[in-house]
């Protein structure tokens, strides 16, 4: 296109993104209408995609980072005749896939965006694809707000991209001063933006973001650029080229007051279509076909911890799966993540002590058809929680996995202690929630993450604990193993984890008192066993919980709305981590908190007096 047509696609753009609001009634047109300068160029000039094939290893990759700009992003696909303009004006509604915020529901976003921050992480993990894995030359695009320049999961994104050397990214920001409530803290001065961007060793252009010929210049400039990702920063305005919001605080998230007049000052409604560049020719590296791993095996009464056979159990997935990739935050050697790096280099992404950019990059991996890992201590995949969260919005297929978990890790303290993990994950729409107690069963579900869907988390424990199960075991997904039971159980034992062996200790003390009791693996979290629980319920009369981790939305919960569905329900207690641990052995730290063997034998024996009583 000449530099005339450009900017009457961009009229075309903000006329589209003004009709789609008003029709819905709501949406984010001003925040379309600063950006439509540099989404014409990009889409006209420099993006290769096939929009009939989504799928093509060779696309480059666009990501809208400011997601509430979703205008904008349809009347990109309506020129790029993508959807048409019956679908664009269907915007919001009711079994629309033109969502709000974009995801995955459209077969041509590859993640969800929406919640600021997180569109150029993701983007680093897509860019960390091409350039490692697939060998494939496409380039990552991402289109960012200045108001979300602020997020600390940028600055982490903006250091990985530079260290890791990604010239296939490239980092629009869409400088139109005026945020939700009013200025952003730098306005207009990108200067502000470029020297923070240029202490990371990023090429940085600025440019006038509404100079079609300017923006042109800068995303040439950004693909000649090797060995540093590109930040382009654009000036604009913010409602641009409808005075009656252009550069006007108080007018964010609102359809403009006058549709009609918008679009005429616009120049009206056009029907451009625009001819995107086909992505090259070339294909994926394939890897060799997968084949079954040969997981490690661990011989029963051995003790081992489950963090190592985590390691050892994901270096034999990567042996057999080439698609099988590895992410840690810098606590490799803790959570045996180690294992898999030294096996499998090329495959293994270190992401330092960044959280947010550890998920991230496994939700970008994800989209580029690899199967991520990541971990790090359980305690600190809190901080990442927005990030899972988007994770299970844009239906993204990630495995975490959390080590040194609950007060059982010992002296470290309470600031170590990933003691609210299972609630979080839990949580989580879609998720899938898995505490082995030993190493066996971990090698098994470690297996078994890697086929499922959604956000799946795994929780490991730091100490070595007893190998129980045989290696020929299977642990499905949902299910449980009695480990203990009779006809004359008096109550029920439900554990996980660490706390299985403890209640096994208890089992065998209370046998003492001719007190028998079952003792259930509640090794999946969630799913949960419903059905193995409602029989032990049904014979025992009793169940008592006890786990590692607060009692708000841990085991304990999961456990208990099981019975929430109006059946008679059995006599229940709950012991978990009330108090606020210290330093001291992990002996020391399961009987203060009162889940040791002796305590759940205590807790059985007054719960089973009460029954007896009543």
């Known amino acids: 296109m000449q530099y005339e047509e450009l900017a009457d696609l961009a009229q075309q753009l903000r006329a589209d993104a003004v009709r789609a609001a008003d029709a819905a009634g709501s949406g984010h047109p001003t925040s379309s209408l600063s950006a439509a300068d540099l989404a014409a160029v990009l889409l006209a000039h420099h993006l290769r995609y096939d929009f009939d094939h989504p799928d093509h290893p060779g696309n480059d990759r666009f990501v809208l980072s400011k997601g509430h700009a979703t205008p904008l992003l349809y009347a990109l696909y309506r020129a790029a005749g993508a959807i048409d303009d ?5 915007y919001r509604t009711l079994d629309s896939r033109l969502e709000g915020h974009p995801t995955p529901r459209l077969p041509w976003v590859d993640v969800a965006t929406g919640s600021l921050g997180q569109g150029l992480p993701v983007a680093v993990g897509m860019a960390l694809a091409g350039q490692c894995l697939d060998r494939v030359p496409y380039r990552v695009y991402v289109l960012s707000g200045d108001s979300e320049m602020a997020e600390g999961s940028v600055w982490e994104a903006v250091e990985h991209a530079s260290y890791n050397h990604l010239d296939n990214l490239t980092l629009v920001v869409d400088v139109n001063r005026l945020g939700q409530r009013g200025p952003t803290r730098h306005g207009h001065d990108l200067d502000a933006y ?23 210049s800068a995303f040439a400039e950004a693909r000649s650029t090797i060995r540093r990702p590109t930040a382009i920063l654009a000036r604009t305005y913010k409602g641009r080229g409808v005075e009656a919001v252009e550069d006007r605080e108080g007018k964010h998230g609102k359809p403009v007051p006058d549709a009609e007049a918008a679009l005429a000052e616009l120049g009206g409604v056009r029907n451009r279509r625009v001819t995107v560049q086909p992505p090259p020719e070339g294909k994926v590296l394939l890897a060799v076909e997968d084949t079954e791993p040969e997981l490690p095996r661990y011989d029963t009464g051995d003790t081992v911890a489950t963090r190592t056979a985590y390691g050892q159990a994901l270096e034999a997935l990567g042996s057999a799966r080439g698609r099988v990739v590895a992410l840690d935050a810098e606590v490799g050697d803790s959570t045996r993540a180690e294992y898999f790096a030294k096996a499998h280099p090329d495959r293994y992404f270190e992401c330092y002590i960044a959280e947010q950019q550890l998920v991230a990059a496994a939700v970008g ?36 996995v959390g080590s040194h978990a609950g007060v059982s890790i010992g002296q470290d303290g309470p600031s170590q202690m990933g003691l609210e993990d299972l609630a979080m994950f839990r949580a989580v729409h879609g998720s899938t929630v898995l505490y082995p107690c030993d190493a066996n069963q971990t090698a098994r579900l470690v297996a078994a993450m890697a086929d499922l869907d959604g956000v799946r988390y795994l929780r490991t424990t730091r100490g070595d604990t007893p190998v129980i199960y045989g290696p020929d075991e299977e642990f499905p997904v949902g299910g449980s193993r009695v480990l203990r039971h009779g006809h004359h159980d008096k109550a029920t034992v439900v554990a996980a984890g660490i706390t299985v062996h403890e209640a096994l200790k208890a089992a065998d003390l209370l046998a003492e008192y001719g007190i028998p009791v079952r003792v259930i693996d509640l090794y999946s979290v969630k799913p949960v066993d419903a059905e193995t629980l409602n029989d032990a319920a049904g014979q025992t009369g009793c169940l008592l919980t006890v786990e590692d981790h607060h009692p708000e939305g841990g085991l304990g919960d999961a456990v208990a709305e099981v019975f929430a569905d109006g059946r008679p329900a059995p006599r229940t207690a709950r012991l978990a981590v009330r108090n606020m641990p210290a330093s001291a052995t992990p002996e020391e730290q399961l009987h203060a908190a009162g889940i040791d063997a002796d305590a759940i034998a205590a807790a059985v024996r007054l719960l089973v007096e009460r029954v007896v009583a009543h």
Do not use: C, K
């Open 365 to 400: 991996l994800q989209a580029r058809g690899y199967v991520p890992f990541a971990s790090s201590f359980a305690a600190f995949l809190t901080r990442a929680h927005d990030f899972v969260r988007m994770a299970a919005v844009g239906r993204a297929g990630i495995n975490l």
């Open 86 to 90: 019956e679908e664009l004006l269907r």
């Open 194 to 216: 470029a020297r923070r961007l240029y202490a990371f060793d990023w090429h940085v252009v600025e440019v006038d973001g509404h100079d079609v010929q300017a923006v042109d």
